[in-house]
């Protein structure tokens, strides 16, 4: 008996209609973004006391949130209806990440057919899967592997020829970043490695010319690696066995949610992938939620041998 979700998505994301209509609104938030990262890192740098260090760090890694926000409207060609600005919006947003806008564009869509399926259950341990790796491979990924993988495959495809997809693929069963390769084609691996390029001329001068001690750069994004990592599973770990309900939407403070550009809506993101940043809050039943810090706490458990009894998968609002 097959416990695998069937997905109602195609295997390439539609063009929608109205897509990018945010898009002067995007622009504007992307250069707030520019000077807030400089910003952030300058007052870090500059920070006399590490009591003074610990909030400005919140901020920033908060305020990356929402550059990844800005990227993931890229993903799904929201951030301007022109694909060309689209595009860039992407890459600038990619640049400040650490890593190349279409090896997560990509990963992405992905993400959305397979969600929940095995390939996207780091909770689990399925029969054909070894336990001590799987909880390495989890922690590794939670605690900011998920973020250092994205910064060091891009560089490491320059020296990794296309043909090499076929093998990195066949890990997909059970690992949703091994899986997404089947989406690339020759053109994405080219335009990837060309980001990369970029992504090491613009950190390589940043860390050659850049006002910013490179002791600073690596203290906040150590807190960023790990704040967006444990981001990217906290909406769907423990969650239906459903392609498109197996997340939750997430109840923060106004302020970060905010500086997420409302990434919390992640449940209702997945119901209307075509909906605008923007207009997401509006769209959200927010009943329909639990609170950040208990899907926190939830972050921390380790992976358990995958249940026969799969109710204690059913949602649980409060």
């Given at each position: 008996m097959s416990f695998e979700p069937q997905s109602p998505l195609p295997a390439v994301e539609p063009v929608y209609r109205g897509l990018g209509r945010y898009g002067r609104q995007n622009l504007v938030v992307c250069g707030a973004q520019i000077v807030a990262w400089a910003a952030l890192l300058t007052a870090i740098d500059r920070s006399p006391s590490v009591w003074l260090t610990i909030p400005l760090l919140f901020v920033f890694c908060a305020v990356m949130q929402g550059v990844f926000?800005?990227?993931?409207?890229?993903?799904?060609?929201?951030?301007?209806?022109?694909?060309?600005?689209?595009?860039?919006?992407?890459?600038?947003?990619?640049?400040?990440?650490?890593?190349?806008?279409?090896?997560?564009?990509?990963?992405?869509?992905?993400?959305?057919?397979?969600?929940?399926?095995?390939?996207?259950?780091?909770?689990?341990?399925?029969?054909?899967?070894?336990?001590p790796g799987k909880v390495l491979l989890y922690y590794f990924a939670t605690m900011g592997g998920l973020w250092l993988s994205g910064v060091l495959f891009p560089v490491a495809s320059l020296l990794i020829p296309y043909r090499s997809v076929a093998w990195l693929r066949s890990k997909a069963e059970f690992n949703t970043y091994s899986a997404a390769f089947a989406q690339f084609g020759p053109r994405d691996w080219t335009r990837m490695r060309v980001e990369a390029l970029l992504l090491a001329l613009f950190w390589g001068g940043i860390l050659a010319w850049g006002p910013w001690r490179w002791e600073t750069l690596a203290v906040a994004y150590v807190a960023f690696a790990y704040h967006w990592s444990v981001l990217q599973w906290i909406y769907h770990l423990r969650t239906p066995l459903d392609v498109v309900e197996g997340a939750y939407n997430l109840r923060v403070p106004t302020p970060i949610r905010l500086l997420w550009l409302n990434f919390n809506c992640n449940l209702t993101h997945h119901r209307h992938p075509a909906l605008p940043w923007q207009e997401l809050p509006a769209k959200t039943d927010w009943k329909e939620s639990q609170p950040l810090w208990y899907r926190y706490g939830l972050m921390w458990l380790p992976p358990v041998p995958f249940p026969e009894d799969r109710s204690g998968l059913e949602k649980r609002y409060f």
């Open positions: 926000t800005l990227m993931h409207e890229y993903f799904h060609k929201n951030a301007h209806k022109h694909p060309a600005t689209n595009y860039v919006v992407g890459v600038v947003g990619a640049l400040l990440f650490g890593t190349s806008a279409t090896l997560h564009r990509i990963n992405h869509w992905g993400h959305h057919v397979r969600n929940r399926t095995s390939a996207e259950r780091g909770e689990f341990v399925h029969p054909g899967e070894g336990y």
